[in-house]
């Protein structure tokens, strides 16, 4: 008994001391903090909605938002238990905001529909998107559905109602893609510049690898430490673009307040750093956790990039952000592919789903892991 309570004393101790390191040190560079008075101008008396609002970087943005004296702020996830945590949450931080929790996919587009037309949204952020590439290359469908269709349901709705601005939170990985996540996310971009034309702002926002999140390698790390290793890392030369939770937020926000319609955004925040160097970072001169490679997973790269070969930049940033130039056009027929990719969707053939992909990608080449999952036929057993 006496060990037990000791070793949880330990590991709590742990826990906190690694929770509250400061990133800045990792990063080498300040960290992007919110401005508030421009987060109050874009949304103060504005109906706001936030998809995946439970999600790790939908959850910075709903307590953000609910500091900027919007009219309505309505939050919307798949997840019940954690979007009533939330909702608690900001209840008791933000009593006088005016709060709509929805518990919706944003697949469904008669439940998107009736959304739009009874909170009429000003502001969209979304955020709901499936970002495990490893896990996606074994339930393909589930990146078409979510981070593609789901994509271009809610862009429907936002222009049928009138919505002003439209943010997504999109990836490094949809950059000369391996995995559907990154194939799907790029898709989800050139529907939204599909919309430059239109009354309603719609941009695309790439970023990296996000420290702390729900699903970074950040709170694997935490675990394997408290239990004194080892610390997996995939390979020794594995680098990604990092950033913070509230960088996340900070950078979503400001790209709501750019002028201008169609637009991919990049943020100028730092260089790629090796993951081997955060679990170093993490352990902290524990030597005796030991750190172990495992190897590439399905859908993976050796590094990301933030701007595709035929891609430049504004050599000017704003808020931080530089917009794309360059950027692939969305296809001619786009819509009518997207309507093929759901028909293939729907009769669950990845086989006809991976060639509109590809056609619409062309850039983007299945993994291994997924190629062997169509000769397979286990496709077929893949879940919505």
């Known amino acids: 008994m006496l060990f037990s309570v000791s070793f949880i004393i330990f590991a709590t101790m742990m826990m906190h001391s690694i929770v509250d390191q400061t990133w800045a040190g990792f990063l080498g560079r300040a960290i992007l903090h919110r401005d508030d008075a421009s987060t109050r101008s874009v949304h103060a008396g504005r109906s706001v909605l936030v998809t995946g609002a439970a999600g790790s970087i939908g959850s910075v943005l709903a ?8 009219r309505r702020l309505i939050l919307l996830d ?33 439940a998107l529909d009736h959304l739009f037309a009874t909170q009429q949204p000003e502001v969209v952020y979304h955020a709901a998107a499936f970002k495990h590439v490893p896990q996606l290359e074994s339930d393909p469908f589930v990146a078409i559905r979510n981070n593609a269709l789901g994509t271009d349901e809610l862009s429907r709705a936002a222009v049928r109602h009138h919505s002003e601005t439209l943010v997504m939170i999109s990836t490094d990985k949809a950059v000369n893609p391996h995995s559907i996540m990154g194939a ?20 695309a926002l790439r970023l ?29 030369e594995v680098s990604r ?54 190897g590439l997973r399905p859908g993976e790269k ?29 296809l001619d027929n786009l819509d009518d592919s997207i309507a093929a990719l759901e028909q293939s969707a729907t009769q669950n053939n990845l086989a006809a789903a991976l060639r509109i992909v590809q056609r619409m990608v062309p850039e983007y080449k299945p993994s291994d892991s997924l190629t062997q999952l169509l000769d397979s036929g286990h496709h077929r057993m893949a879940t919505a």
């Open 63 to 70: 307590r953000a938002l609910a500091t900027a004296s919007p």
């Open 184 to 203: 799907t996310k790029r898709i989800a971009e050139m529907i939204l510049m599909r919309g430059a034309s239109g009354q309603t702002c719609m941009r």
């Open 208 to 236: 990296g690898n996000v420290l702390a999140s729900r699903g970074s390698v950040v709170p694997v790390f935490r675990r394997q430490i408290l239990h004194g290793g080892p610390v997996t890392v995939t390979h020794p």
């Open 78 to 110: 798949r997840s019940r238990r954690r979007l009533d945590s939330l909702t608690r949450d900001i209840r008791a931080d933000s009593p006088n905001v005016p709060l709509i929790s929805v518990v919706a996919d944003i697949t469904h587009a008669p």
């Open 302 to 330: 050796m590094a990301e990039q933030m701007l595709s070969s035929c891609e430049t930049v504004d050599p000017k940033a704003e808020l931080e952000l530089y917009r794309v130039h360059n950027a692939t056009a969305p």
């Open 241 to 294: 673009y990092f950033f913070t939770l509230g960088e996340a937020g900070t950078l979503v926000l400001a790209a709501a307040s750019l002028s201008g319609s169609g637009s991919i955004l990049v943020p100028q925040l730092g260089s790629p750093h090796k993951i081997v160097d955060l679990a170093r970072y993490m352990i902290d001169g524990q030597d005796d956790i030991p750190v172990v490679f495992t």
